[in-house]
């Protein structure tokens, strides 16, 4: 990869090169071919030339996942403005906290977001833009209502014959320019907007080009799964998809695994991006029933034909994810070491990597073929890593790191800034790991998640709750301190319980099992004293971590 060139012309690039190759489908609707992506770009930039939008004017986006978001994310980069985007599961009032905060010119909104805002409360704002179509909700500029009412003629003005590839050209960007400010929350006390430069945006695309490129066909198959407005998805699923030459697929609504699970069967991906929730419940709903019968644990016992049975169980895994996948990445939290060790053991090419949306979001990463379980890979190319511990090998320290994905700082929040980068230029995680002699990083959990024993040790809760979830009847759960005693908070499987017809006193009897065998497990200071049954699902971020915020004890 040419990181000499700008970013934006890696864009232009794949539109040139894969002009008459399907880009963008909303899954069972419409297909934009790369053609029909820069066609609908160009008339963006007319939008934004003519009503009076800079270069440097930042363009906020809220909406669900999308062809017409994600051409809307490739005009304002390509325009030379700063993209915005806002995770649509905000609130009303948080979404009007980034858009005031960010100062946006323009916001471009999805078909239920647009039903939750209110105009009013955004007063820099000169006009919001509705997704699907890119009409105008709200002009509050003459000029942006002439430039929308009169677009295609100004377009067809500017290209009275035809508008080809080689009419294709976007505004060369410079590295340490800022290209978009991505918000970790929403509100006004805590607003710690994200600036990316271009740098950090052309590092991890390098590095996907390199670790990736190489074994992912083009043009072949990607479905992302991940929202675009974290920088997860937004990095992995869709800059380097659509750079790559991908044909893309959204799936436009909440993404469940049973929906997932249909559009790999159907789309069959080169390459899978994933959290780890999606990848545990398909394993545990579609694979585990078939390999965790008797007759198959008896055949894995086998030594001659064992090796010909995890070939045959890998293979319907494989397609269980589509079949047609390089490699399963999974990021945005840990991997369940039961479902971990259960897919090494299959060689099934999986691997972990680790980020921060600070980073753009990469920091480690390894290929399934130097993977080493429960690690989440070696620091990636351009970035230094090292555990602030006096043996990083065996005693946890915190997670630090710096070079080219590193941002510039958060938005109008300088204190915020220092408080994560220091003097010498390293960013502070907030994440405790362990790294070994040859480079692999083991993350223990979040600084801030860290719990206290009855003794003073520190204790982990994403230790405890990895090994609680492989349990019986376990979907989910979360480690919570109430005064001096650890507390663990369930969600059963609901359609086990349903299936099996167990009824509450069973149940709960099966939990204190649980309870009894887990404490064999751990140490006297992590032990759990309870374990409190939640029928409903725990509120998740967009990446699928559980806020635990929202279930920790009220102080009295």
């Known amino acids: 990869m040419d990181t000499n060139i700008s970013f934006n012309k890696y864009i232009e690039n794949s539109i040139k090169k894969n002009w008459d190759n399907d880009a963008l489908t909303d899954y069972k609707g419409t297909t934009l071919q790369y053609h029909d992506v820069a066609r609908k770009i160009e008339k963006l930039h007319i939008l934004f030339e003519n009503s009076g939008v800079k270069k440097g004017d930042k363009i906020a986006l809220c909406g669900r996942n999308s062809s017409r978001w994600a051409v809307a994310f490739l005009a304002t980069l390509t325009y030379g403005a700063v993209a915005v985007p806002i995770q649509h599961e905000f609130t009303a009032e948080q979404i009007h906290n980034i858009v005031n905060h960010s100062e946006a010119k323009l916001l471009f909104v999805g078909d239920v977001v647009a039903t939750t805002i209110d105009p009013a409360a955004m007063h820099l704002l000169e006009g919001i833009v509705y997704i699907p179509d890119y009409s105008l909700v709200i002009s509050r500029s003459e000029k942006l209502t002439y430039a929308r009412e009169h677009l295609n003629e100004i377009f067809g003005t500017r290209f009275p014959k035809y508008f080809r590839a080689e009419h294709v050209s976007y505004y060369v960007d410079s590295l340490e320019e800022l290209a978009l400010i991505n918000y970790t929350s929403g509100t006004t006390g805590f607003?710690?907007?994200?600036?990316?430069?271009?740098?950090?945006?052309?590092?991890?695309?390098?590095?996907?080009?390199?670790?990736?490129?190489?074994?992912?066909?083009?043009?072949?198959?990607?479905?992302?799964?991940?929202?675009?407005?974290?920088?997860?998805?937004?990095?992995?699923?869709?800059?380097?998809?659509?750079?790559?030459?991908?044909?893309?697929?959204?799936?436009?609504?909440?993404?469940?695994?049973?929906?997932?699970?249909?559009?790999?069967?159907?789309?069959?991906?080169?390459?899978?991006?994933?959290?780890?929730?999606?990848?545990?419940?398909?394993?545990?709903?579609?694979?585990?029933?078939?390999?965790?019968?008797?007759?198959?644990?008896?055949?894995?016992?086998?030594?001659?034909?064992?090796?010909?049975?995890?070939?045959?169980?890998?293979?319907?895994?494989?397609?269980?994810?589509?079949?047609?996948?390089?490699?399963?990445?999974?990021?945005?939290?840990?991997?369940?070491?039961?479902?971990?060790?259960?897919l090494k053991s299959i060689d099934f090419p999986i691997t972990v990597g680790y980020g921060t949306t600070e980073c753009?979001?990469?920091?480690?990463?390894?290929?399934?073929?130097?993977?080493?379980?429960?690690?989440?890979?070696?620091?990636?190319?351009?970035?230094?890593?090292?555990?602030?511990?006096?043996?990083?090998?065996?005693?946890?320290?915190?997670?630090?790191?710096?070079?080219?994905?590193?941002?510039?700082?958060?938005?109008?929040?300088?204190?915020?800034?220092?408080?994560?980068?220091?003097?010498?230029?390293?960013?502070?995680?907030?994440?405790?790991?362990?790294?070994?002699?040859?480079?692999?990083?083991?993350?223990?959990?979040?600084?801030?998640?860290?719990?206290?024993?009855?003794?003073?040790?520190?204790?982990?809760?994403?230790?405890?709750?990895?090994?609680?979830?492989?349990?019986?009847?376990?979907?989910?759960?979360?480690?919570v301190q109430k005064g001096n005693t650890l507390v663990a908070l369930v969600h059963p499987e609901q359609d086990e319980i349903s299936n099996m017809g167990f009824s509450d006193d069973d149940v709960a009897n099966i939990m204190e099992q649980n309870r009894v065998e887990l404490n064999k497990q751990l140490p006297p200071f992590s032990k759990i004293s309870a374990i409190e049954l939640h029928s409903e699902e725990f509120a998740k971020t967009p990446k699928k971590s559980i806020k635990r915020y929202l279930y920790q004890p009220k102080a009295l």
């Not at 390098?206 to 407005?229: T, W, Y």
């Open 360 to 479: 753009a979001p990469l920091i480690t990463f390894s290929d399934y073929k130097q993977f080493v379980p429960q690690s989440c890979g070696q620091p990636v190319d351009g970035m230094e890593v090292k555990i602030l511990s006096d043996n990083p090998e065996t005693i946890p320290g915190e997670i630090v790191t710096r070079g080219v994905n590193l941002m510039l700082g958060y938005y109008k929040n300088e204190e915020a800034t220092n408080n994560v980068i220091d003097s010498e230029g390293w960013y502070h995680t907030g994440d405790t790991g362990t790294m070994s002699a040859d480079g692999h990083v083991f993350i223990r959990g979040r600084i801030k998640n860290m719990l206290l024993g009855s003794n003073g040790q520190n204790v982990y809760p994403e230790e405890i709750e990895d090994k609680l979830n492989s349990m019986a009847l376990v979907s989910e759960s979360i480690i």
């Open 191 to 342: 607003s710690k907007g994200v600036m990316l430069p271009y740098r950090a945006l052309m590092g991890n695309l390098s590095i996907c080009f390199d670790q990736l490129g190489k074994n992912v066909k083009s043009p072949s198959n990607m479905v992302c799964i991940l929202p675009m407005a974290h920088m997860y998805g937004l990095s992995m699923e869709f800059i380097f998809g659509f750079c790559h030459g991908l044909h893309l697929f959204f799936l436009t609504r909440l993404p469940s695994p049973t929906l997932i699970a249909e559009a790999f069967s159907t789309i069959k991906p080169s390459l899978i991006i994933s959290v780890p929730l999606v990848i545990d419940k398909i394993v545990r709903k579609r694979i585990f029933p078939i390999v965790q019968t008797n007759r198959v644990k008896l055949l894995l016992n086998m030594p001659v034909i064992s090796k010909k049975v995890k070939q045959k169980i890998c293979e319907q895994v494989m397609n269980a994810f589509g079949g047609n996948m390089y490699e399963i990445i999974v990021g945005g939290a840990s991997l369940s070491k039961e479902i971990e060790t259960f």
